[in-house]
């Protein structure tokens, strides 16, 4: 029984880590679209310097989840908690990654005149903003069905990113001088969409987690 209540203690511990990294993670991307859709160099410099740390977690995170694995023997529930929190770990620093890519390219776009305000890009950076709250909360609670919305929410995610290519690529035809703004524009946009993977990712684990199946194929479809 004691050695049950020091694994079960490890598992918590883990957890904690896992969303100390995800803190991490969100606070980047919010960053990063902040500094995307305002032109703020300095922040985006920020969130790029950053990065580092929370690849530094994944490593931590990693090696803990590996240590769990080789001296503990944990039951199929256990299992899928540990392997779960790896999947979501790496999520986590991809989602840095994408943050980091974001901030680059606001960085660029900071040094050129503005592009007029493109609603459907702020739409599309509140949605993949609100898909990776969602996500998080969906991990601490264990919450099935929050999972599954984030994942349905991921149809207008990818919507709005075609629609944002369409329109600037229409625009970048008759409007030649903003065709370097507008290609890393339409960059941006896919980072953003990409983000939005990414928290569907996060869902999908969770899914795992709590039930032991796997949402994939009926979230992507």
């Known amino acids: 029984m004691e050695q049950r209540a020091h694994f079960s203690k490890k598992l918590e511990d883990l957890k904690v880590m896992v969303l100390r990294m995800a803190a991490l993670s969100e606070s980047a991307v919010h960053k990063a679209i902040k500094a995307y859709l305002e032109n703020d160099a300095d ?68 040094t050129r005149p503005p592009m007029p305000h493109n609603p459907k890009m702020e739409e599309l ?43 600037l690529a229409s625009e970048m035809v008759t409007e030649s001088r903003i065709v370097e703004r507008g290609i890393h524009a339409i960059i941006g946009a896919r980072h953003l969409e990409r983000i939005g993977d990414l928290a569907t990712n996060v869902s999908e684990s969770v899914v795992f987690v709590v039930e032991g199946t796997s949402m994939k194929h009926n979230c992507r479809g």
């Open 43 to 110: 922040l985006a410099e920020a969130v790029i310097v950053g990065d580092d740390v929370i690849n530094e977690m994944e490593d931590e995170i990693d090696n803990f989840s590996l240590e769990l694995l080789a001296l503990d023997q944990p039951m199929a529930v256990d299992l899928r908690t540990i392997v779960g929190a790896q999947r979501i770990t790496v999520n986590l620093e991809r989602l840095g990654d994408e943050a980091s890519n974001l901030a680059h390219r606001a960085m660029f776009l900071s």
């Open 125 to 167: 950076a509140n949605i993949v903003k609100h898909m990776l709250s969602d996500a998080l909360k969906a991990y601490i609670d264990d919450d099935v069905a929050l999972a599954g919305q984030v994942c349905r929410m991921d149809d207008r995610a990818d919507d709005l990113n075609i629609a944002i290519l369409r329109q």
